[in-house]
């Protein structure tokens, strides 16, 4: 009986340890995102509330959120800010270069993460950061 105790407790240990280490590393779900603040570097942020604008952005970031992404701070110069909202709450945040893109972490702790992209990765965001003036000029 204490055997089968023991390994109960054990195993309740495991399932502990691992869903501690696994909850600040979590990415947060974006299926309540109402609206998409983006700005390029430099320049006054668009805020872009249409459904459809909306929906099609978070789907492109669906998509890459699907392949594996670089755990872990990647230094940029030069980029866009794309933050998804819930009404006025912030869900997420991302920084985005042609061939870079960044997802950064409110919760301090919590990681970053990167991945390479192509120029066909993010078409409905690169159309409105293209609409976007860019104030600074970057190397």
Do not use: H
């Amino acid at each position: 009986m204490s055997l089968k105790l023991s390994l109960l407790a054990g195993a309740l240990l495991v399932l502990a340890a691992v869903t501690a280490s696994a909850a600040p590393n979590e990415r947060p779900v974006l299926t309540s995102v109402t609206a998409v603040r983006a700005a390029n570097y430099g320049a006054p942020s668009r805020l872009v509330q249409q459904r459809t604008e909306v929906d099609q952005i978070v789907e492109e970031l669906g998509q890459l959120r699907k392949k594996p992404w670089r755990r872990g701070d990647t230094k940029m110069r030069c980029y866009a800010t794309v933050v998804l909202l819930d009404g006025e709450r912030p869900l997420a945040t991302f920084r985005v270069r042609p061939d870079l893109i960044v997802e950064r972490p409110f919760e301090k702790g919590a990681s970053s993460y990167s991945l390479k992209i192509t120029d066909t990765d993010l078409p409905a965001l690169t159309k409105l950061l293209g609409e976007i003036p860019i104030v600074k000029k970057c190397d």
